[in-house]
């Protein structure tokens, strides 16, 4: 993994340094894939081919069929396109923006937005889904993310999509944060579902989303007819080659992700006496924790640990840069706990030789005392 001297990623949760194999297939894609698929000449049936072959790739991937696979800009739109035009929408605040933001637009919309209970453990109850769907429109969605972009908690999907399928419902799985990093078994479920290249340490600006046989999605955006008229807008073949390389990586990066758990639970034990786990109790991923330190802003904490060239978070990048602290945070425990919180994600590259130096550097910053400057 490229990163600066000294420096310790541990925010692979925000995003993942590309793979050697993914620059070099997107090294080999641009030489002869740089045309428009959609053209009919020598060059763009050369970036048609590249474009087809990473299709198959990506929906063996996903379990389904290469003409049920849409190639998005990333994870937000797959998210978006999947909830577009439903009758009603049952999630919770456990979710990422990319589907609570949607539900709060809709529901301004006047269409039938349904919450789910979100207790302490951060898991999303079966009961309470088939609870929420009671009286729903039928073709009403359900959307969960199958790992928590926070706590790393996994979610009971397989469970949930028996409830939707009785309710004739339909289910979406969000599985940015599960792809690669647990069990194809664990998130596969599901009517639709999305997934993003740069979690998988393929190329940014990429994504797809899978979809069962016979669904046809409703469009967000307006234009040509790339991917069936469904997404309209040329796809890079370049970009779709690397998002390739990364799936086929797919089993081996969920062997590597296996292992971090070691790592993870040295962090939890280590900081016993000075940080609750959010989600502790739960079936979690592997690779992240949640860490609450009472008396401490996780935002204060995060930047004292940039500055000794240690990158972790205080939350999800996509809220990144506001005052508000984490909504899943504030949904399982309430806003103080929230302003508390660390995310630290490890990853393929993660060695305990940097999760040693972590906890090292993170001791002697909790044992300065707080002067207001923001630099905990």
């Excluded at 050697?20 to 641009?30: C, D, I, K």
């Excluded at 040295?266 to 989600?279: I, M, P, S």
């Excluded at 399982?332 to 660390?342: D, W």
Aim: charged fraction near 25%; charge should be neutral; glycine fraction near 10%.
């Amino acid at each position: 993994m490229a990163t600066r001297p000294n420096e310790i990623y541990l925010d692979w949760n925000a995003t993942t340094p590309p793979h050697p194999l993914v620059l070099e297939a997107m090294q080999a894609a641009r030489a002869q894939a740089w045309g428009n698929p959609a053209s009919v000449h020598a060059a763009g049936r050369r970036a048609r081919a590249v474009l087809d072959d990473a299709r198959a790739v990506v929906a063996e991937f996903l379990a389904r069929d290469p003409r049920d696979v849409l190639f998005t800009s990333g994870g937000t739109e797959a998210n978006n396109l999947a909830l577009a035009g439903a009758p009603a929408l049952v999630t919770s605040r456990l979710e990422h923006p990319s589907v609570t933001r949607v539900a709060e637009a809709r529901q301004a919309e006047g269409v039938d937005v349904r919450g789910l209970p979100v207790a302490g453990l951060g898991r999303i109850e079966p009961d309470a889904v088939e609870q929420a769907l009671d009286g729903a429109p039928e073709g009403a969605v359900v959307a969960v993310a199958a790992v928590n972009h926070e706590t790393g908690v996994i979610q009971p999907v397989a469970a949930i999509s028996e409830v939707t399928r009785r309710a004739r419902a339909r289910l979406h799985v969000d599985a940015v944060q599960a792809a690669g990093r647990v069990s194809p078994e664990l998130w596969r479920f599901g009517d639709t579902v999305a997934v993003a290249a740069h979690k998988l340490r393929g190329p940014k600006g990429i994504g797809a989303l899978g979809v069962r046989p016979g669904l046809v999605p409703s469009p967000v955006l307006l234009g040509g007819s790339q991917e069936r008229g469904l997404r309209p807008g040329t796809v890079d073949a370049v970009s779709a080659s690397g998002f390739a390389a990364a799936v086929r990586r797919g089993d081996k990066s969920v062997v590597h992700y296996a292992a971090l758990a070691r790592l993870r639970d040295e962090v939890e034990r280590t900081l016993a006496g000075v940080a609750r786990v959010n989600g502790a109790d739960a079936s979690r991923a592997p690779h992240v924790t949640s860490l609450a330190f009472e008396g401490r802003r996780g935002d204060e904490l995060a930047a004292a640990l940039d500055l000794d060239g240690v990158r972790a978070s205080s939350g999800s990048a996509c809220t990144a840069g506001t005052s508000e602290p984490s909504a899943v945070i504030t949904a399982m425990h309430g806003r103080e706990r929230a302003l508390g919180t660390l995310r630290v994600s490890l990853g393929e590259a993660t060695t305990a030789t940097e999760v040693s130096e972590f906890l090292r550097v993170l001791a002697r910053i909790l044992e300065r005392p707080r002067d207001g400057s923001g630099a905990g």
